[in-house]
């Protein structure tokens, strides 16, 4: 079957690691996964390939498309991108990693194409592997703890908050109206929606008893 795209979320495998930050873009493919679960038009089936990841079509904005979670861990990330566009006859432009950001506030997103790392090691692999970074990144913000001298390690280790937990839905379900519409309408129109997103505002429980 020829797909036209895959969809990449980062994230490191396993029970230990299901939710915490750096694993927001498993939890984005996980989202859309139960999405097409709900829905027999969009047709998912897992496809049993490879031990370096978790791979899945499903007919999502008009056409068949790849779903992937790598299971090499994040800092080789990058491998199991290669052999999916390897085998696949995918190219670069055709690929949409999703994955956390500590440069952005918890809640907000951004949508490019090529750029820097910014430290992130998942990205930095995938770099290596794909020979460019002329992909399309959904950059979902996880914020930088406020504390002085931070250990980053755990922080992107570390399970979200309570009360972030409960907006995860929405941004997850925001992203996918963004991916949704960039396949169907162009990287101008998502990028748009994407970057202008912010989740409701959070009520405290004196607000909630007013």
């Not at 907000?108 to 290596?128: A, Q, V």
């Not at 250990?151 to 949704?180: C, H, M, Q, R, Y």
């Not at 309408?185 to 959070?202: D, K, L, V």
Request: positive net charge.
């Amino acid at each position: 079957m020829d797909y036209k795209s895959v969809m990449v979320g980062l994230g490191n495998p396993g029970e230990k690691y299901a939710a915490t930050r750096h694993n927001f873009g498993f939890m984005l493919i996980d989202s859309l996964l139960s999405l097409a679960a709900e829905r027999r038009n969009m047709r998912p089936e897992r496809l049993e390939e490879s031990g370096d990841y978790e791979l899945w079509r499903v007919k999502f904005a008009g056409a068949y498309r790849l779903l992937a979670k790598p299971q090499t861990y994040m800092n080789l990330s990058g491998k199991a991108v290669s052999k999916i566009c390897g085998r696949h006859g995918l190219t670069p432009d055709q690929v949409v990693v999703a994955h956390d950001d500590l440069d952005l506030p918890f809640g907000r997103m951004k949508f490019k194409k090529g750029g820097g790392t910014g430290g992130h090691n998942g990205l930095s692999s995938i770099d290596e592997c794909l020979g460019t970074n002329a992909y399309h990144r959904l950059r979902l913000g996880i914020g930088r703890p406020d504390q002085p001298h931070p250990d980053i390690t755990n922080w992107v280790l570390g399970s979200f908050a309570d009360k972030d937990v409960e907006i995860i839905p929405e941004i997850l379900s925001a992203a996918l109206k963004g991916l949704d519409i960039f396949y169907r309408r162009g990287t101008g129109f998502a990028t748009q929606h994407i970057n202008g997103f912010s989740p409701r505002e959070r009520k405290t429980p004196e607000a909630l008893d007013s």
